[in-house]
């Protein structure tokens, strides 16, 4: 630490005086020190980051498909207006990303707000719920994708199994078109409900008491007690909770594929956005519009964080 | 080269994936370059598993080392599509499907020109390789590939079935369809008959039923004929086989997988896939029916018997690889007379014509498909799908209205519909 507070333009008074390019160098580093201990993180976030970014903006422009090193064209933002006007495959995608996000994280959330409230007073067993509870969210998606497919199928599957025997026609599921989706929703919301709990969980166990209390002796019912006190005070964390949790679900890819397959299934019923600038990627090798897809997308998904983002600042005022 | 590769990498990778799942694999090491070693990928298949059995022997004989990658058949496509993009030169030997990704590849310029390595070793005897799979691996008079496993769409039925219901074995369209109702009419458990139902997955065993009602995906000309009288009939032949007399509650995402394990688990009495899956039928570990299933020809349309005969799978060197004469030396012991038998002697029909005919390539089969396969082979079609670039985009245009028609929509319609689809994609790949 001495190199750090010893003034710049005193000269070190030791004996053995340091070689002088290590002097240089080190009052260098000195003068550059809040940029050197950055520089790390800041190259990572520019090779994973910033370039990848820019490079698939710089594609999107261009009319690149078949090989991303083949010539390829400047096209302006032809690929842009060809994605927008597109009412078969893009914007049925942009509704299902939606709609999907919405549907799971409101299921997720008041789930998640239910049964963090039971866990939040001590019980007995505790541990061993909390451990059940932590299940899904530990396995790979992929698999719980497929481990899902295998119990939906509509012939040989368990659900259908078990609903025949108490007389319930077997239903189509996964492989319904109007089913899809929602089954899928189902799995997501199956999967990350856990994590919403965990968060709301934290953020009850450090509310204070004193409110809850004082309303108690006001004669407040629990209902009213959750919604006027318990809520409000809880918004912040809320709001953290669908952050998290919303910018995963709007880049789901890996249940959707793993249970649809490429195209989002027969009649593109679970193609979300990721699985349609998936598909014109890897399937028909149009990089263009694929690029252009995805920075529709992160568009997308920048706007919707910074309006959440706001609202967190607004609720925590 | 190294860092050159990187940000390569970087730059595809963030083309193809922004947003998605990081793409896995490829931490290819740099002695590996070490000229000792060929690094192969390979797809799960069958095929796979006896040459990954017998590597140590080339290894031994040769002294060279060699690395392998195995890979599912969507990843192994995915890994290409980055890899070969960014140009690595981290693969030797590729394990490809000449007709999904071959046209594309070649174009590309990802595959190594073989034309002069074939020809130089009358042993290993490239003239004896049939000639409708040699045309699939050779792009613009140049060879590019070698085939390893051919296909042709056989007849997979239950002979229990069939002979409780006083059938005989059904050699034609018509009788197809009225064997099918019987057996669906008779037990409300049992499908009359399963295939292929996904959009895209379909495409290849429907081909099969196009040809033989007398259409194909073009015409000569070169023009879309998807919406011809011919192919209407066959949209809606196959289609109503499987909405009248498919398994309840069909799914149309069938691939075969899905498709083999209905058949497989005793659940219908007709089933029309490759040959090359048979084993999966026969195999007692894996099939509840194993003792009781037959194979025949396809039965024949208003045109006649015209199933697919193609190499689904072949393999080639990565032109971009610093190593492509043990690259070439391993393709050369993997396609061997002697590999092949071995290889069709546990179930994988190759594209041999000496192994055809010698008695010992077909020892292993059971009688009744190995007559199929001969006879398939005889008035096979070279493709089982549209012959351009971008496959995997004209596959889903030509698949739309076999699902169309199997949940209840107008062949008819649907077929025009597609028509004029894939004709505007076949006007953007000409241009």
Same mark, same amino acid.
């Given at each position: 630490?001495?190199?750090?507070?010893?003034?710049?333009?005193?000269?070190?008074?030791?004996?053995?005086?340091?070689?002088?390019?290590?002097?240089?160098?080190?009052? @260098?580093?000195?003068?550059?020190?809040? @940029?050197?201990?950055?520089?790390?993180?800041?190259?990572?976030?520019?090779?994973?980051?910033?370039?990848?970014?820019? @490079?698939?903006?710089?594609?999107?422009?261009?009319?690149?498909?078949?090989?991303?090193?083949?010539?390829?064209?400047?096209?302006?933002?032809?690929?842009?207006?060809?994605?927008?006007?597109?009412?078969?495959?893009?914007?049925?995608?942009?509704?299902?990303?939606?709609?999907?996000?919405?549907?799971?994280?409101?299921?997720?959330?008041?789930?998640?707000?239910?049964?963090?409230?039971?866990?939040?007073?001590?019980?007995?067993?505790?541990?061993?719920?909390?451990?059940?509870?932590?299940?899904?969210?530990?396995?790979?998606?992929?698999?719980?994708?497929?481990?899902?497919?295998?119990?939906?199928?509509?012939?040989?599957?368990?659900?259908?199994?078990?609903?025949?025997?108490?007389?319930?026609?077997?239903?189509?599921?996964?492989?319904?078109?109007?089913?899809?989706?929602?089954?899928?929703?189902?799995?997501?919301? @199956?999967?990350?409900?856990?994590?919403?709990?965990?968060?709301?969980?934290?953020?009850?166990?450090?509310?204070?008491?004193?409110?809850?209390?004082?309303?108690?002796?006001?004669?407040?019912?629990?209902?009213?007690?959750?919604?006027?006190?318990?809520?409000?005070?809880?918004?912040?964390?809320?709001?953290?909770?669908?952050?998290?949790?919303?910018?995963?679900?709007?880049?789901?890819?890996?249940?959707?594929?793993?249970?649809?397959?490429?195209?989002?299934?027969?009649?593109?019923?679970?193609?979300?956005?990721?699985?349609?600038?998936?598909?014109?990627?890897?399937?028909?090798?149009?990089?263009?519009?694929?690029?252009?897809?995805?920075?529709?997308?992160?568009?997308?998904?920048?706007?919707?964080?910074?309006?959440?983002?706001?609202?967190?600042?607004?609720?925590?005022? | 080269?190294?860092?050159?590769?990187?940000?390569?990498?970087?730059?595809?990778?963030?083309?193809?994936?922004?947003?998605?799942?990081?793409?896995?694999?490829?931490?290819?090491?740099?002695?590996?370059?070490?000229?000792?070693?060929?690094?192969?990928?390979?797809?799960?298949?069958?095929?796979?598993?006896?040459?990954?059995?017998?590597?140590?022997?080339?290894?031994?004989?040769?002294?060279?080392?060699?690395?392998?990658?195995?890979?599912?058949?969507?990843?192994?496509?995915?890994?290409?599509?980055?890899?070969?993009?960014?140009?690595?030169?981290?693969?030797?030997?590729?394990?490809?499907?000449?007709?999904?990704?071959?046209?594309?590849?070649?174009?590309?310029?990802?595959?190594?020109?073989?034309?002069?390595?074939?020809?130089?070793?009358?042993?290993?005897?490239?003239?004896?390789?049939?000639?409708?799979?040699?045309?699939?691996?050779?792009?613009?008079?140049?060879?590019?590939?070698?085939?390893?496993?051919?296909?042709?769409?056989?007849?997979?039925?239950?002979?229990?079935?069939?002979?409780?219901?006083?059938?005989?074995?059904?050699?034609?369209?018509?009788?197809?369809?009225?064997?099918?109702?019987?057996?669906?009419?008779?037990?409300?458990?049992?499908?009359?008959?399963?295939?292929?139902?996904?959009?895209?997955?379909?495409?290849?065993?429907?081909?099969?039923?196009?040809?033989?009602?007398?259409?194909?995906?073009?015409?000569?000309?070169?023009?879309?004929?998807?919406?011809?009288?011919?192919?209407?009939?066959?949209?809606?032949?196959?289609?109503?086989?499987?909405?009248?007399?498919?398994?309840?509650?069909?799914?149309?995402?069938?691939?075969?997988?899905?498709?083999?394990?209905?058949?497989?688990?005793?659940?219908?009495?007709?089933?029309?896939?490759?040959?090359?899956?048979?084993?999966?039928?026969?195999?007692?570990?894996?099939?509840?029916?194993?003792?009781?299933?037959?194979?025949?020809?396809?039965?024949?349309?208003?045109?006649?018997?015209?199933?697919?005969?193609?190499?689904?799978?072949?393999?080639?060197?990565?032109?971009?690889?610093?190593?492509?004469?043990?690259?070439?030396?391993?393709?050369?012991?993997?396609?061997?007379?002697?590999?092949?038998?071995?290889?069709?002697?546990?179930?994988?029909?190759?594209?041999?014509?000496?192994?055809?005919?010698?008695?010992?390539?077909?020892?292993?089969?059971?009688?009744?498909?190995?007559?199929?396969?001969?006879?398939?082979?005889?008035?096979?079609?070279?493709?089982?799908?549209?012959?351009?670039?971008?496959?995997?985009?004209?596959?889903?245009?030509?698949?739309?209205?076999?699902?169309?028609?199997?949940?209840?929509?107008?062949?008819?319609?649907?077929?025009?519909?597609?028509?004029?689809?894939?004709?505007?994609?076949?006007?953007?790949?000409?241009?």
């Amino acid at each position: 630490m001495s190199v750090l507070t010893t003034p710049r333009s005193a000269p070190p008074r030791s004996a053995n005086r340091a070689p002088a390019a290590r002097e240089n160098f080190s009052s @260098w580093a000195n003068r550059h020190r809040k @940029w050197l201990f950055a520089a790390p993180a800041m190259i990572f976030v520019g090779v994973l980051i910033v370039f990848p970014l820019a @490079w698939t903006l710089y594609l999107s422009l261009t009319d690149s498909q078949g090989s991303v090193r083949a010539a390829s064209e400047f096209v302006g933002l032809q690929n842009y207006l060809t994605v927008l006007s597109d009412a078969e495959r893009f914007w049925p995608a942009v509704g299902r990303t939606l709609s999907f996000t919405g549907v799971a994280l409101m299921c997720e959330v008041v789930l998640g707000m239910g049964i963090a409230l039971l866990l939040w007073r001590p019980f007995r067993g505790e541990k061993w719920v909390r451990v059940a509870i932590l299940m899904p969210l530990v396995a790979t998606p992929v698999a719980v994708g497929m481990m899902w497919r295998l119990i939906f199928d509509p012939n040989i599957g368990f659900v259908n199994q078990l609903l025949a025997l108490v007389g319930i026609p077997a239903q189509p599921w996964l492989s319904g078109q109007d089913t899809a989706l929602g089954t899928t929703i189902f799995m997501d919301v @199956w999967q990350w409900t856990p994590m919403v709990v965990l968060i709301l969980l934290a953020g009850l166990t450090s509310l204070s008491e004193e409110p809850d209390e004082a309303a108690r002796m006001d004669g407040a019912n629990a209902v009213q007690r959750f919604f006027f006190i318990t809520l409000p005070l809880m918004m912040p964390t809320v709001i953290v909770a669908i952050l998290l949790r919303g910018i995963d679900a709007l880049k789901t890819f890996d249940i959707l594929y793993a249970t649809k397959g490429k195209g989002g299934g027969s009649f593109h019923e679970v193609e979300t956005l990721n699985v349609y600038a998936y598909g014109l990627s890897f399937d028909y090798n149009q990089y263009g519009l694929s690029s252009a897809v995805l920075i529709l997308f992160f568009m997308i998904i920048i706007g919707s964080m910074w309006l959440l983002t706001m609202r967190k600042k607004a609720v925590s005022k | 080269m190294k860092r050159r590769s990187i940000v390569k990498y970087a730059a595809v990778a963030a083309a193809l994936s922004l947003g998605l799942t990081a793409c896995g694999g490829g931490s290819g090491s740099s002695d590996a370059k070490a000229a000792g070693t060929v690094r192969v990928t390979l797809a799960n298949h069958v095929w796979t598993e006896g040459i990954k059995a017998a590597i140590p022997e080339f290894e031994k004989s040769t002294g060279l080392k060699v690395e392998l990658t195995q890979l599912g058949e969507d990843q192994l496509s995915d890994q290409y599509n980055v890899k070969l993009n960014a140009g690595s030169d981290e693969i030797d030997v590729m394990m490809y499907r000449p007709l999904q990704e071959g046209k594309a590849f070649a174009k590309n310029g990802y595959l190594a020109d073989l034309t002069n390595k074939v020809s130089q070793d009358a042993t290993w005897d490239w003239k004896d390789y049939q000639e409708g799979p040699v045309k699939a691996t050779s792009a613009d008079g140049k060879v590019v590939g070698v085939p390893i496993i051919t296909e042709r769409e056989v007849l997979y039925y239950r002979k229990d079935l069939l002979k409780a219901a006083g059938l005989e074995v059904p050699k034609t369209m018509e009788e197809l369809e009225a064997a099918a109702k019987s057996i669906a009419a008779a037990s409300p458990d049992t499908a009359g008959f399963v295939a292929r139902t996904g959009k895209s997955a379909a495409v290849t065993q429907f081909s099969s039923f196009l040809y033989s009602f007398g259409g194909d995906f073009t015409d000569a000309s070169g023009k879309s004929a998807v919406g011809s009288d011919a192919a209407k009939k066959a949209y809606a032949y196959y289609g109503g086989l499987i909405k009248n007399y498919g398994p309840k509650n069909v799914s149309t995402d069938m691939s075969w997988p899905e498709a083999m394990a209905i058949f497989t688990q005793g659940k219908a009495a007709f089933y029309t896939e490759a040959d090359s899956l048979y084993k999966n039928a026969t195999d007692p570990a894996k099939s509840k029916v194993a003792d009781t299933v037959g194979f025949a020809a396809l039965p024949a349309g208003p045109a006649g018997s015209k199933p697919y005969n193609i190499p689904s799978w072949g393999l080639a060197v990565n032109q971009a690889s610093s190593n492509q004469d043990n690259a070439w030396k391993f393709i050369q012991w993997a396609t061997s007379k002697e590999r092949t038998l071995a290889a069709q002697e546990a179930g994988v029909p190759g594209p041999r014509a000496s192994v055809w005919a010698d008695p010992a390539g077909t020892s292993t089969y059971p009688k009744d498909l190995a007559e199929a396969i001969a006879a398939s082979a005889k008035a096979g079609v070279g493709h089982d799908r549209p012959e351009v670039v971008t496959v995997g985009k004209a596959r889903e245009i030509v698949g739309g209205p076999i699902v169309s028609t199997i949940t209840g929509a107008d062949a008819s319609a649907a077929a025009d519909t597609a028509n004029d689809a894939f004709q505007k994609f076949l006007d953007s790949e000409k241009k």
